[in-house]
């Protein structure tokens, strides 16, 4: 079970969008649409922002949206705000073992 | 409130053995598959085993098997990772979560784990 694969840092300012991609293969996020996207503020437990591609739970903001293109999955923050500064990860059904797989995750820097 | 509350960790020497603990309330545990993940520090996030609600079936990251050991009891509402033979490499924040088709929601705010001499 390989990790899928996340850019380690991306940057916007306030009220602009980002863009966070997580790549993995046919075997996980290409195969199936169990893509979930998990936001983790320092010394803080993860949240889960968006499952099955591009659900969100009930209290997630809207300016978080999922979608995903062949092996590679997208998690657009939109009009971002100082509070969205954290660390994102994606995650997967791998394929086989009934097994989670993550991204490496991403740090998120609001200028 | 849905909520997990995970307990167990400590400092400890490699080679020896630990037993984590995940209470859950709000929410039908009966019903559902519940899943240990951890944090090495500064590093990401890795699953680690996972459990169907009636504990018939257990799955496991390859770097574990053999090692750990996930259980439950139901009647409890608590999740448990009995861990054997530890290593420096073992030393992570674990955390324990409910799985719903492969996406986990809630989390516990973790138990740190650390192995040294």
């Known amino acids: 079970q390989s990790a899928l694969t996340q850019p380690p840092s991306v940057s916007g300012s306030p009220a602009q969008s980002v863009t966070i991609s997580c790549t993995g293969t046919s075997n996980d996020v290409g195969g199936h649409n169990f893509v979930s996207w998990y936001q983790q503020h320092p010394g803080k437990a993860p949240k889960l922002m968006i499952y099955e591609v591009y659900k969100r739970p009930s209290g997630v903001p809207d300016r978080f949206s999922g979608s995903k293109s062949g092996n590679t999955a997208s998690l657009t923050v939109s009009g971002l705000q100082a509070e969205d500064e954290a660390d994102y990860y994606c995650?997967?059904?791998?394929?086989?073992?009934?097994?989670?797989?993550f991204g490496g995750g991403t740090q998120l820097t609001v200028l | 409130e849905v909520q997990l509350v995970e307990s167990g960790g400590g400092l400890v020497q490699p080679g020896e053995s630990l037993r984590l603990s995940c209470v859950a309330s709000g929410f039908h545990f009966t019903f559902t598959w519940m899943t240990w993940v951890r944090q090495a520090p500064g590093k990401g996030l890795e699953w680690v085993a996972k459990i169907k609600p009636d504990g018939s079936e257990k799955f496991y990251v390859d770097s574990v098997k053999g090692r750990f050991s996930i259980s439950r009891d139901n009647a409890q509402n608590s999740l448990y990772l009995q861990i054997n033979s530890l290593r420096a490499d073992d030393t992570a924040v674990y955390y324990c979560?409910?799985?719903?088709?492969?996406?986990?929601?809630?989390w516990g705010r973790g138990t740190q784990v650390t192995v040294s001499s």
């Open positions: 995650s997967s059904y791998a394929g086989s073992n009934n097994a989670v797989v």
């Open positions: 979560a409910r799985e719903m088709y492969w996406s986990l929601d809630p």
